[in-house]
């Protein structure tokens, strides 16, 4: 059973334009919501994070914003740039019998020059 | 900076063999955690260690052991290579594991068992 769930496996954008990844999860007990970015042949980085308390969270370019009632959330990469093409996994925390970090399947941006 | 390193970047092995990976952190970190990505699954937690000789099961166990003799090193033990374990396998670190703290990745080890 998939606890948090990307259901885009892949995402193409223009460069400059905004790019929109989405990630829904089915355990309200999650306490916190990660951003990870992983290029080929390295490991995730960390990106950004917003608390269950929050809808929104902002860090330059990376913008996550969190509908709680929705069970919903989405990373927004405004401009998008080429170097952004990665794998982006979304991940949630929180007391769910273990303090495990729960990820799901990722989605690979492509961003178009 | 903290830094995750990861032993072998590729590693061929046969079936039946006993594997060990490796993973090393420099930061002092409690947490170490044992991870494979695989296309359309994602990253699937095989063990954690919240201190030195401790150790918990996370989400797919089967076939896999842990050992953490030391703080700064966690080791990935598959007693009996199968060819339905080839994958990469990621190892992270962090501080405690609670609250909005993220975890830090090595490089990952991509595995191929034959």
């Known amino acids: 059973d998939q606890q948090v769930k990307q259901n885009s496996p892949s995402l193409s954008v223009q460069e400059g334009r905004i790019s929109i990844l989405n990630c829904d999860y089915t355990n309200s007990m999650f306490d916190y919501f990660l951003w990870y970015k992983k290029y080929p042949a390295e490991g995730p980085t960390f990106l950004i994070s917003i608390s269950s308390i929050k809808d929104k969270n902002e860090d330059g370019r990376f913008t996550v914003f969190l509908n709680k009632s929705a069970k919903h959330l989405s990373l927004h990469i405004v401009p998008s740039q080429p170097g952004d093409s990665a794998v982006y996994f979304c991940?949630?925390?929180?007391?769910?019998?273990?303090?495990?970090?729960?990820f799901g399947a990722g989605t690979r941006l492509f961003v178009k020059a | 900076d903290v830094k995750v390193t990861q032993s072998s970047r590729y590693l061929v092995k046969r079936t039946g063999e006993k594997v060990f990976l490796e993973c090393v952190q420099d930061?002092?970190?409690?947490?170490m955690f044992w991870y494979r990505q695989d296309p359309g699954l994602g990253l699937r937690l095989i063990y954690f260690?919240?201190?030195?000789?401790?150790?918990e099961k996370g989400d797919i166990p089967e076939g896999y052991s842990v050992s953490r003799e030391k703080k700064e090193r966690f080791s990935l033990i598959l007693e009996s290579a199968s060819t339905n374990q080839t994958s990469m396998y990621l190892c992270?670190?962090?501080?405690?594991?609670?609250?909005?703290?993220?975890?830090?990745f090595g490089d990952g080890t991509r595995l191929s068992i034959l």
């Open positions: 992270a670190s962090s501080l405690t594991g609670t609250g909005p703290e993220a975890q830090h």
């Open positions: 991940a949630a925390k929180g007391y769910t019998g273990g303090f495990k970090t729960i």
């Open positions: 260690s919240y201190d030195v000789k401790m150790k």
């Open positions: 930061m002092d970190h409690e947490n």
